[in-house]
């Protein structure tokens, strides 16, 4: 069974940096992971994906402030967020897209207070 398990979230100013990873049960080089966000009332939308080969899609408010990366070695994928505002505040969750569905992780809360 695919298990994802994030960390690294919690509270930080406006400004401020954190570094989310997650680990995936198993070997998932071939495919790709990514970060999604939802926010209270809002759909759950893109931060950022990495496929097997490398390729990143970041959302579009993430440019330039979030750096997506994975370690296949570790099959574990980070996510560095920098210059954070309170409009992050979401949860955020780790997803992985296989040939067999997707799956996702439990989530982690990131707060930002102005």
């Known amino acids: 069974q695919v298990q994802l398990v994030e960390s690294g979230g919690g509270l930080v100013q406006y400004g401020g940096s954190l570094r989310l990873s997650c680990a995936a049960s198993?070997?998932?080089?071939?495919?790709?992971m990514g970060w999604y966000r939802q926010a209270p009332g809002k759909q759950r939308e893109l931060v950022a994906e990495?496929?097997?080969?490398?390729?990143?899609m970041y959302g579009e408010s993430m440019k330039g402030r979030f750096t997506i990366s994975r370690d296949n070695a570790k099959n574990t994928i980070f996510l560095q967020m920098n210059s954070l505002k309170p409009e992050d505040t979401a949860v955020y969750y780790c997803?992985?897209?296989?040939?067999?569905?997707?799956?996702w992780g439990q989530g982690t809360q990131v707060t930002v207070s102005s």
């Open positions: 997803n992985l897209n296989t040939i067999s569905g997707l799956y």
């Open positions: 198993g070997r998932f080089s071939m495919y790709t």
């Open positions: 990495v496929t097997s080969g490398g390729r990143i």
